[in-house]
Nanobody
Framework: QVRLVESGGGLVQPGGSLRLSCAAS????????MSWYRQAPGKERELVAGITSSDNSANYADSVKGRFTISRDNAGNTVHLQMNSLKPEDTAVYYC????????WGQGTQVTVAS
């Protein structure tokens, strides 16, 4: 199995930056892709960004393109989400997701963008 531990959430003012990290442990060699999702109060969970294990190909939701960057460390066991130019509408619980023969979710980390 795989275990995911997220970190880096918090409170930031509009226009500020945060960096989320997701550390994977366990059968990490079986992970084919890792992604960040978010869920705001009263809304469905949505994909924010994803990155493949094979070639580090990344994809982003239109709402975060040009502001967020997803990356992996050299060992491939930690994924980061650099979030710049944050807006109040980015406020949500952010979840890390790993895809292997099953989908694994982290516990979530709160991001609040407010002045």
């Amino acid at each position: 199995q795989v275990r995911l531990v997220e970190s880096g959430g918090g409170l930031v003012q509009p226009g500020g930056s945060l960096r989320l990290s997701c550390a994977a442990s366990g059968f990490t060699s079986r992970i084919t892709a890792m992604s960040w999702y978010r869920q705001a109060p009263g809304k469905e969970r949505e994909l924010v960004a994803g990155i493949t294990s094979s070639d580090n190909s990344a994809n982003y939701a239109d709402s975060v393109k040009g502001r967020f960057t997803i990356s992996r460390d050299n060992a491939g066991n930690t994924v980061h989400l650099q979030m710049n130019s944050l807006k109040p509408e980015d406020t949500a619980v952010y979840y890390c997701n790993a895809r292997l023969w099953v989908e694994v979710w982290g516990q979530g980390t709160q991001v609040t963008v407010a002045s």
